[in-house]
């Protein structure tokens, strides 16, 4: 079955819940292409995420996240991943709420550290390093994360569980 005409499907949630891995999955098993905001923005700048916030700052970064963004939601029928701090801007959030299915992927702070810690991809954390530090950044975008359409807990689910529940979501618009 292809969903051409339905609307986006986009996945929130912090760095580290996996919206790049189950964007992927959904991807095959809707028949929709997917897009990863960040995987967009490097393209485009020829820089990694976290060259971007070293070379030209976090406002930049968030400057290029915002028109990109945008202008994938503008588009049809597309799985978006957003970079784990993009809802949390009003101007995406409110497109992603007008033009398409939002999905939470919440995931516990232990969980999301243990997966997380030894990647030096992730600029928000580059300083410290530490589960304190993350849980900070949650505790500020919880309650944004919460006006997405739907949340899963991840907790003790895998990849191949939260995929089968998107698609069960998505399938009943």
């Known amino acids: ?26 991807s095959k098993k809707l028949n929709m292409q997917f897009k990863d905001v960040d995987k967009v923005i490097e393209n485009k700048t020829s820089l990694t995420i976290n060259e971007i916030f070293l070379k030209k700052g976090e406002d930049f970064f968030r ?43 919440d995931l516990n702070s232990k969980f999301i550290f243990q997966r997380i810690k030894k990647n030096k991809k992730r600029p928000l954390l580059n300083n410290s390093q530490s589960e304190k530090n993350l849980e900070e950044i949650l505790k500020k975008r919880k309650s944004i994360y919460s006006l997405a359409n739907h949340r899963i807990n991840c907790n003790y689910k895998n990849k191949y569980e939260i995929t089968k529940i998107i698609k069960k979501i998505y399938e009943g618009i």
């Open 63 to 105: 400057e290029i996240e915002e028109k990109e963004s945008l202008r994938l939601l503008e588009k049809d029928g597309l799985i978006i991943a957003l970079g784990g701090g993009a809802f949390v801007n009003s101007n995406i959030r409110k497109k992603v709420k007008k033009l398409s299915v939002s999905i939470w992927l």
């Open 1 to 26: 079955m292809s969903y051409i005409l339905k609307k986006n499907l986009v996945l929130t949630g912090m760095m580290g819940v996996g919206k790049s891995t189950i964007g992927k999955l959904l």
